[in-house]
């Protein structure tokens, strides 16, 4: 499916029935890392899951320029007026997560309830903030299969690198076809995004915070605790034997803990 809105053409999914779940998806991937969600959470009318690809990801247009998380955000309230959905449960995964507070900031009315991912609050530290800039040039020069190939290995468990090639090879090809406009636009954006910890104490909706206890990106035992700590009543679960795609890895633990928090919370 496809929406016309804010200038672009956004890709997305839509399937079951339920509470409407929005699922956004980290960098540098695209709606298929929520395939297990589609699959296993539609059914049985848990939730009405809509999966987009972000701006400059996947099958939706790519203009050039810096994709700042309000920009997405604004992408996701457009997708929403057009699907003449009101209030949202919104999930995010890493950038998606990012995304999910500039969500909360600007449009705390259309929020249900919150699903925080294998993300942070905090906005860059400088050394991460030149990293981002370095790798816009590596890419500029090299194209984007350099970036993915170091990327890949930080982004799953160790067991998953080892018991599960397939799994493994469908990362990395989701990686290398995203455009590189979409790529650099999409570090430019992280690079300036904002520190959101102040915000966490202002959620006020139902909130489930998912890490993979394996995640070297953003650690459980660091950023899941704090994140979870911040928000008030939220609840935090850790995947064993998963990484930075916790969804992925461990598909059937994460979607026993979405659907049991869709259901206990009556989000
Ligand atoms: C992601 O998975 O979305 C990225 O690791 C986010 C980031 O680069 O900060």
Redesign the pocket.
């Given at each position: 499916m496809e929406a016309l809105m804010n200038g672009i053409h956004l890709h997305y999914v839509q399937a079951g029935k339920g509470a409407p779940l929005l699922l956004v998806?980290?960098?540098?991937?695209d709606h298929t890392l929520w395939q297990p969600q589609v699959d296993g959470l539609a059914d049985a009318n848990v939730a009405r899951v809509i999966a987009p690809d972000l701006r400059g990801f996947g099958q939706s247009d790519a203009p050039e320029g810096v994709y700042t998380m309000e920009t997405h955000a604004d992408d996701l309230r457009a997708l929403l007026d057009v699907l003449q959905v009101e209030r949202v449960v919104v999930c995010g995964?890493?950038?998606?997560?990012?995304i999910a507070l500039a969500f909360w900031r600007k449009y705390a009315d259309r929020v249900r309830g919150l699903i925080l991912v294998?993300?942070?609050a905090g906005a860059?530290a400088p050394a991460?903030r030149q990293a981002?800039l370095d790798m816009v040039e590596q890419v500029r020069q090299h194209g984007s299969a350099p970036a993915a190939d170091a990327?890949l290995s930080?982004?799953l468990a160790s067991s998953t690198h080892q018991s599960r090639p397939a799994l493994v090879e469908s990362v990395h090809a989701m990686m290398l076809r995203q455009p590189l406009v979409g790529i650099i636009g999409?570090?430019l954006g992280?690079a300036e995004r904002p520190d959101s910890t102040a915000l966490l104490s202002t959620i006020t909706v139902p909130t489930l915070v998912v890490f993979g206890a394996e995640d070297i990106?953003?650690p459980a035992e660091t950023e899941g605790r704090s994140l979870a700590d911040a928000i008030p009543g939220a609840k935090l679960v850790i995947i064993p034997n998963a990484g930075?795609?916790s969804n992925l890895e461990q598909p059937e633990v994460f979607n026993a803990a979405v659907r049991e928090f869709l259901l206990a919370r009556d989000v």
């Open positions: 998806h980290g960098y540098p991937l995964l890493s950038m998606g997560g990012y294998d993300t942070r860059d991460a981002r990327m930080r982004l999409a570090q992280m990106i953003t930075h795609l």
